[in-house]
């Protein structure tokens, strides 16, 4: 029996559940449609932005390649969108923020965020 990724992925799950449903939808899509379980960031108190609220509005995913990083965002993206009033910001997004973490998938939502289509897997 096989627990390894879903270890990883329940030890950290407290923040997933202190998370916004419609971010826990995401987060869970991530999981089952491209196996990403590995959370490298969630709840940051220190945070001024999406990884400082509560409920949590931003958690990253572990993803070691760009193109498949950018597949997953762009999957995402299609699926929902994250303030109709402001279109270029988007719920995925794959990226190296300097920060030292390298290269993640960092998803977030709004309290406008919408699903966009009704197509699911
Ligand atoms: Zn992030």
Request: glycine share 8%.
């Amino acid at each position: 029996m096989n627990l390894g990724p879903e270890l990883i992925f329940h030890l950290k799950n407290l923040d997933i559940l202190n998370a916004e449903p419609m971010l826990q939808d995401i987060i869970m899509a991530a999981w089952e449609k491209f196996g990403l379980d590995v959370v490298t960031s969630g709840y940051r108190p220190s945070d001024k932005g999406t990884h400082g609220t509560t409920p949590l509005r931003a958690i990253d995913l572990r993803c070691r390649d760009s193109v498949i990083g950018n597949h997953i965002a762009k999957w995402v993206n299609k699926r929902w969108q994250y303030d109709p009033d402001r279109p270029k910001m988007n719920c995925a997004i794959c990226h190296d923020s300097g920060s030292g973490k390298g290269l993640h998938l960092h998803f977030q939502v709004h309290p406008n965020t919408i699903r966009i289509k009704n197509k699911w897997w």
